[in-house]
Each structure stands twice: as structure tokens, then as C-alpha cells.
């Protein structure tokens, strides 16, 4: 249970001492940048809500930390209806945590309370799992076998494509570029009666205003094709990795590249978007803002789940065992099944390709603490 100092009321902090935060418990394992934890204080100046603390597991490049300031100066700045919308798609950074004079992390809202949900795992139990666009490139049935009452059908995977243009669009129009657009970036939750939600998270190593505090790490199976000589970290680079998020979730394909062997499943009018997209011609890639007035027309007209139903699962292939040989002494009997035989059925839960709550990418590696994390938390 996190406490609250209490300071001046509306007091801004844009920079904090890591021990300010008090202990700090860990609530991820560790990834390419750093460690998430939660903090026992929460500083006043950081706004209404639960937050977390991402400390990097090294000391980030020259320049960064005035990149950081400049990210949070400019989310404090902003007028009350766009830090809204901010808050909305992104886990935007608060504050920079340090350790004396150097940036050792961020602090940002705790978005896992609005995106994690009960899967239910192979022993029956439910544990709580971010929702994340990896787990929606699967099979129609993957959320239902999962124990949550979402169907992803053709027309919810357009409203997911339609929300996260939406927050690519919002990005772009204030000059930040996304760079590494994963599943495992991108958290998705699905409201009850309503449009579904996205949050983009890694918000420290995006692109903002021509300038980067964190090189981003850029996600195998969704980078640019090396063919194409260009840097990750522009607008196109990301109606690249758009165009790829919309095959993928139309396709139900975790790494589709070609839009050919899939156009079948794609919405008619989306395809010539997706030709764009995906073609080198970086200059006539569709912007974010594009695919979203496409995407919103397309839902408008409806139908969409009797036009395009989508692949039906493959089949799988089960052997069930042979009975024992009888023993010679006793008298014999044919098992009515006869000898083992081969059965090939659609497993009623789909053909979701990743393990069960964990998407393929996965969570982080758990790796021994960088020596700049443990300095940060001691």
C-alpha cells in the first residue's frame, strides 16, 4: 500500500530522488531497459492515480536526462484536454527518478490496474495478466478459452486497428514517433458495451520532437525490412509498422509480412492502405490519421463479420494411446476403440500459437540486476 506525502497541493515535481519513493518492490522482471516497481511513497506533484517507478538497469546515454525533462515539461504543459488524451494512449513520463546527479529512471502512472485481466491458466486457477496486442493475433476463441467474454471476430479486430491509429495519430500530430511498435508495447483493454481501449508503453525511448533519450530497442519479426535502408525513428517507420499491425490482426498471424497470401481476410476497402503501408515508397506510407478515417467508415457500414469471417483453425492431430497388451493367461477382448488411431479435429479452444497468458515475446528474461538498478535501489 503506497502513502502519500503530503506537500503544497498542486505542487509540480519534475524531478525526484529515488529515495524519495521509498522501498520499492519489483512488479516485472527485467527487460532490455530496466525493472518496474512499485513504490511504498507516492511524492505529491504526481497526480491523482497509483504510479509506478521504472528504474534502467544502466546509466542512459549523454543527453538523455534533458531529453526526459523536456518530455515531462512538455505532458505538464499541455491543456487539460489533450494531457487527458495523453493519459489516455500512452504511459507518459511524470517525473525522472535519479540517483544523485544522473537519470536512473522515470516515474508514470500504474496503467496495470485499467489493462490486466483473469486468465484462466491450464491448472483452472485465474491469474491476472496484461492484455496485450500479442494475445489478439491468435484465434477468434483465444480470450473465450481464456475465461474473458471477448470474441475476436473480424469487427472487433477493425476497432483495435481503428484505436490504435488513433493513438498513432495523436503522437504524430505532436511530433513524437513511436519507433518501436511491438504487441508486447501496445496494452489493449475491452470495456463492457464499448469500444475497445490501447496504451502505449516504453514512452522513454520514443522519438519526441527529432530527438531520443533511449535508443529504442526495435522488436524481432516487426522492424523494418533491412532492404529498405531506413531508420526506425520516423513517422513512416511507423505507418510501416501500422500496416503490419492491421495485416497481423486481420490475418490472425503473429508474422505475416506479405499482404498476398492473406488479402482474402483483409477488408476490401483497406487493401490499397495496406499495399501502401507495406511497400519500400516510405513517402506515400499512409499516416496514422488515414487508417483511422478508413477504419471508422469501415465499421460504420457493418457487416463486417459475415463479409470477411476470417481462416478457420487448422486442424490438429491427436493419437490416443493403444490399451495394454493383455496378459496371455487371461481371456482376450478387443477394445472397442480397437488400436490407437489418429483423430484429426479442431481443438474447441483454437490454434492460439502462444503459451497460455504469456504472449509469444513474452515478459522480459529475468537476468541478474544490472549494477546501475541495484545502485538506484539501494
Given at each position: ?303 463486417l463479420n459475415e463479409r470477411y469471417p476470417g481462416p478457420a483453425p487448422p486442424p490438429r492431430v491427436v493419437v490416443r494411446r493403444a490399451p495394454p497388451a493383455p496378459d496371455p493367461g487371461a481371456a482376450v477382448r478387443t477394445p472397442r476403440g480397437g488400436a490407437a488411431r489418429a483423430v484429426v479435429g479442431t481443438p474447441r479452444g483454437g490454434a492460439a500459437r502462444t503459451g497460455v497468458g ?21
Amino acid at each position: 500500500m503506497s502513502a502519500l506525502v503530503d506537500l503544497h497541493a498542486g505542487l509540480e515535481r519534475r524531478a525526484l530522488e529515488v529515495q524519495e519513493f521509498g522501498e520499492l518492490v519489483p512488479i516485472s522482471r527485467f527487460g532490455g531497459q530496466g525493472r518496474v516497481y512499485r513504490p511504498a511513497v507516492i511524492p505529491a506533484g504526481l497526480g491523482a492515480g497509483p504510479v509506478v517507478v521504472k528504474l534502467y538497469r544502466r546509466a542512459p546515454p549523454a543527453g538523455a536526462g534533458h531529453v526526459l525533462s523536456e518530455m515531462v515539461a512538455w505532458g505538464h504543459l499541455l491543456e487539460p484536454d489533450q494531457r487527458t488524451a495523453l493519459d489516455r494512449v500512452t504511459a507518459w513520463p511524470l517525473a525522472i527518478v535519479r540517483a544523485g546527479d544522473v537519470a536512473a529512471g522515470i516515474a508514470m502512472h500504474d496503467v496495470g490496474g485499467r489493462f490486466s485481466e483473469p486468465f484462466v491458466m491450464p491448472s483452472g486457477r485465474r491469474e491476472r495478466v496484461l492484455l496485450t496486442l500479442e494475445h489478439l493475433l491468435g484465434a477468434d476463441d483465444y480470450l473465450q478459452m481464456r475465461g474473458l467474454g471477448v470474441r475476436l471476430d473480424t469487427f472487433t479486430r477493425a476497432e483495435v486497428s481503428e484505436r490504435i491509429s488513433d493513438a498513432l495519430a495523436f503522437l504524430h500530430r505532436h511530433a513524437i514517433v513511436a519507433s518501436d511498435i511491438a504487441p508486447n508495447n501496445i496494452l489493449v483493454r475491452f470495456g463492457v458495451g464499448d469500444e475497445p481501449e490501447v496504451c502505449l508503453i516504453d514512452c522513454d525511448s520514443m522519438v519526441f520532437h527529432g530527438r531520443q533519450a533511449l535508443t529504442s530497442v526495435q522488436t524481432g519479426d516487426w522492424e523494418l525490412p533491412a532492404s529498405y535502408g531506413e531508420s526506425p525513428n520516423t513517422r513512416a517507420a511507423d505507418g510501416y509498422k501500422l500496416g503490419l499491425v492491421v495485416l497481423r490482426l486481420f490475418a490472425r498471424s503473429h508474422d505475416a509480412r506479405a499482404a498476398g497470401p492473406h488479402t482474402r481476410y483483409v477488408p476490401a476497402e483497406l487493401r490499397g492502405l495496406l499495399a501502401r503501408a507495406l511497400a519500400p515508397d516510405a513517402v506515400n506510407r499512409p499516416p496514422a490519421g488515414e487508417w483511422q478515417r478508413a477504419l471508422r467508415g469501415l465499421l460504420a457500414a457493418g457487416r463486417l463479420n459475415e463479409r470477411y469471417p476470417g481462416p478457420a483453425p487448422p486442424p490438429r492431430v491427436v493419437v490416443r494411446r493403444a490399451p495394454p497388451a493383455p496378459d496371455p493367461g487371461a481371456a482376450v477382448r478387443t477394445p472397442r476403440g480397437g488400436a490407437a488411431r489418429a483423430v484429426v479435429g479442431t481443438p474447441r479452444g483454437g490454434a492460439a500459437r502462444t503459451g497460455v497468458g504469456t504472449p509469444r515475446g513474452g515478459a522480459a528474461r529475468a537476468v541478474a540486476p544490472g549494477a546501475f538498478a541495484r545502485a538506484a535501489t539501494a
